[in-house]
C-alpha cells in the first residue's frame, strides 16, 4: 500500500507571494491533517479535513487554508507569505473511524522557504 | 488544553548504552502514538499502544503505556547510531485530535 505523498519536496518563495502544498492520503483513509514544524516551536496543528469538510482548526492566522476533494486528497494554502512561515509542513492521513483504534501516517513533508 | 510533556528534551549516549524517554500529561488518551523522525522527513509510526499496562517490544525499544493511559516510556536497549532521531508521542484523544508532545532528541555517538 502507497504512503502519503506530498508535493513539492522543496519551495522557494519570496514574501508576500502565496504557494499551493498537496497532499494524498493513504488509499481508504478519509481524515487528512497538515502541520507546521520548526525548530523552535516544534510540531503545530494547523487544521484536520474529514469528508470535504474542516474538522478541527489550529491556532494560525486566516492566511492558512486548506480543502480536501472527494478523493480524500487535499491541498492547503498559504497567501501574503511572510519569513516567518519558512517551515516544515507535514501531512499526516488516518483513517478516522472503522478502526480500533486511530493513527495517523505521515508524508515526507514540503520544505518551504520564504525569502 | 491537553498538554503532553516530553523528558529529556535532549540526550547524548554512546553506542551500546541504554536509555529511557518519557512522555507524560494530565489528560487520558485513547491510544498514545511513538514516531521517530530524521531531519527534513516526516515522523515515521514506530508503535500505537492502547491498553492501560500494556508493553510493546519492538526489537531493541520496549514502549509502555501506563496504568492509567496519561503516560507512556519508551526504552532502548544497546542503543545504536542509527537509533539518532527526534522521538515524538501523541496522544488520540478519543478520535477528535491528536496532541504532540515536543519531542526528545536523541544522539548516539559510534
Known amino acids: 500500500k502507497a504512503g502519503v505523498t506530498q508535493t513539492p519536496r522543496y519551495l522557494i518563495k519570496t514574501r508576500g507571494q502565496q504557494v499551493t502544498l498537496s497532499c494524498s492520503p493513504i488509499?481508504?483513509?478519509?481524515?487528512v491533517s497538515w502541520y507546521q514544524q520548526t525548530p523552535g516551536q516544534g510540531l503545530q496543528f494547523l487544521f484536520e479535513?474529514?469528508?470535504?469538510?474542516?474538522?478541527n482548526k489550529g491556532n494560525f492566522p486566516g492566511r492558512f487554508s486548506g480543502r480536501q476533494f472527494s478523493n480524500s486528497r487535499s491541498e492547503m494554502n498559504v497567501s501574503t507569505l511572510e519569513l516567518g512561515d519558512s517551515a516544515l509542513y507535514l501531512c499526516?492521513?488516518?483513517?478516522?473511524?472503522?478502526?480500533?483504534?486511530?493513527?495517523?501516517?505521515f508524508g515526507p513533508g514540503t520544505r518551504l522557504t520564504v525569502l | 488544553t491537553q498538554l503532553l510533556e516530553q523528558s529529556p528534551q535532549f540526550l547524548s549516549i554512546q553506542e551500546g548504552e541504554n536509555l529511557t524517554v518519557y512522555c507524560n500529561s494530565s489528560s487520558v488518551f485513547s491510544s498514545l502514538q511513538w514516531y521517530r523522525q530524521e531531519p527534513g522527513e516526516g515522523p515515521v509510526l514506530l508503535v500505537t499502544v492502547v491498553t492501560g499496562g500494556e508493553v510493546k517490544k519492538l526489537k531493541r525499544l520496549t514502549f509502555q503505556f501506563g496504568d492509567a493511559r496519561k503516560d507512556s516510556s519508551l526504552h532502548i536497549t544497546a542503543a545504536q547510531p542509527g537509533d539518532t532521531g527526534l522521538y515524538l508521542c501523541?496522544?488520540?484523544?478519543?478520535?477528535?485530535?491528536?496532541?504532540f508532545g515536543p519531542g526528545t532528541r536523541l544522539s548516539v555517538l559510534p
Open positions: 488509499s481508504g483513509h478519509r481524515s
Open positions: 501523541a496522544g488520540d484523544n478519543y478520535g477528535q485530535n491528536f496532541v
Open positions: 479535513y474529514f469528508s470535504e469538510t474542516q474538522r
Open positions: 499526516a492521513s488516518s483513517l478516522a473511524g472503522g478502526a480500533r483504534y486511530n493513527e495517523q501516517f
